[in-house]
């Protein structure tokens, strides 16, 4: 049973890293802004698959980056339409 949530959560790993750095990559900032959420989004993924196998390191790393994916968001959201309406 392990080894299947071990599976799905690299599988979610390779497709929110994917698609978030495709949408990093753009000039646009709401569009690197779900970068972000979309990043972020896999954060618990590569905690559970790194408890799992007992990558230590990995978990140190995943908190690192997930730290830097809510300052993505917030720094891209002060750039968008959605903070100036408010």
């Given amino acids: 049973?392990?080894?299947?949530?071990?599976?799905l959560c690299q599988g979610v790993i390779i497709c929110t890293?994917?698609?978030?750095l495709y949408l990093f990559a753009s000039?646009?900032?709401k569009t690197?802004?779900?970068a972000g959420v979309i990043g972020l989004i896999g954060e618990p993924f590569w905690l559970t698959t790194a408890f799992i196998n007992g990558q230590w390191g990995?978990?140190?790393?995943?908190?690192?980056?997930?730290v830097n994916w809510v300052r993505?968001?917030?720094?891209?959201?002060?750039c968008t339409d959605y903070y100036y309406a408010t």
């Fill in 32 to 34: 690197r802004m779900w």
């Fill in 1 to 7: 049973m392990i080894d299947v949530i071990d599976y």
């Fill in 72 to 78: 993505v968001i917030y720094s891209n959201y002060r």
């Fill in 17 to 20: 890293g994917f698609t978030s």
């Fill in 27 to 29: 000039q646009d900032a």
């Fill in 58 to 66: 990995v978990v140190l790393l995943a908190m690192v980056y997930g």
